[in-house]
């Protein structure tokens, strides 16, 4: 295996196993608004530091969505 796929699939693992151990420390109001606020700070995110574009059929998602 090589050593970028090591560190993506270290990285992606952490990350979730993180995340959901932080989940299990809140009560379950907080964690259900945390857990539907990610996907939207993520986004926001990939298109403020990272510039990506959103499509119309994503723009649309978003919306409905919400």
């Known amino acids: 295996?090589?050593?970028s796929l090591k560190f993506g699939f270290?990285?992606?693992v952490l990350a979730f196993c993180?995340?959901?151990a932080g989940l299990k420390n809140l009560d379950n109001?907080?964690?259900s608004i945390l857990a539907s606020v990610e996907?939207?700070?993520a986004t926001l995110i990939g298109?403020?530091?990272y510039k990506e574009t959103l499509?119309?059929?994503e723009i649309f998602?978003?919306?409905i969505w919400n």
Do not use: C, F
Request: hydrophobic share 60%; no cysteine; glycine share 12%.
């Open 1 to 3: 295996m090589s050593a």
């Open 10 to 12: 270290l990285s992606i």
């Open 18 to 20: 993180l995340y959901t």
């Open 29 to 31: 109001g907080k964690a």
């Open 39 to 41: 996907p939207v700070a």
């Open 47 to 49: 298109v403020i530091l």
């Open 55 to 57: 499509s119309a059929g």
């Open 61 to 63: 998602g978003i919306l």
